[in-house]
């Protein structure tokens, strides 16, 4: 399990990096080969992950990133959250199955709590909150992630 909590890791500040670069390189006049590849295949990547909508988006050097701001705060908030619960040492609470996987539960719901209130703010004035709030919203819910993902061990969540 050790291995497959490393490729998480590098998976996600991997992903994390590469939605700034294809930014960066879709913004580049003259590509060459690869970078247009790269760029193309992080774009699409994204496409299959978000709705890309170009105002929901944060843009640098010109160019939409290829997902939106709130995936961006996810993807960031997983990357940030892999690399510290990697460096941390386990409690026991971690691995003690029953309190664990409560731990997990409610830290997930009070994780998702700011992307619902964004939602409900949306839905209920017909206005976007900024990308910036949309990006800081979906950090929790990354972060969270990636630390049950990272810190509990599998007996916690079987049974």
């Given at each position: 399990m050790?291995?497959?909590?490393?490729?998480?890791?590098?998976?996600?500040?991997?992903?994390?990096?590469?939605?700034?670069?294809?930014?960066?390189?879709?913004s580049a006049r003259h590509p060459s080969a690869g970078v247009y590849l790269f760029s193309f295949v992080v774009y699409l990547t994204g496409s299959l992950l978000c709705h890309q909508l170009p105002e929901r988006s944060f843009h640098l050097w010109g160019s939409p990133m290829?997902?939106?701001?709130?995936?961006v705060g996810i993807y960031a908030g997983a990357a940030i959250s892999a690399l510290i619960a990697v460096g941390a040492r386990r409690s026991?609470?971690?691995?003690?199955?029953?309190?664990?996987?409560?731990?997990?539960?409610?830290?997930?719901?009070v994780a998702v709590l700011p992307t619902a209130a964004t939602l409900?703010?949306?839905?209920?004035?017909?206005?976007?909150?900024?990308?910036?709030?949309?990006a800081a919203a979906g950090v929790p819910i990354g972060g969270v992630?990636?630390?049950?993902?990272?810190?509990?061990?599998?007996?916690?969540?079987?049974?």
């Open positions: 050790p291995l497959l909590r490393r490729a998480f890791v590098g998976a996600s500040v991997t992903w994390a990096l590469a939605l700034p670069l294809a930014s960066l390189a879709s290829p997902v939106c701001a709130r995936c026991r609470a971690e691995s003690a199955s029953g309190g664990a996987l409560q731990t997990a539960r409610l830290a997930l719901f409900v703010y949306e839905w209920s004035t017909g206005r976007t909150p900024e990308n910036w709030i949309r992630v990636a630390w049950i993902v990272c810190r509990l061990r599998p007996e916690a969540v079987e049974g």
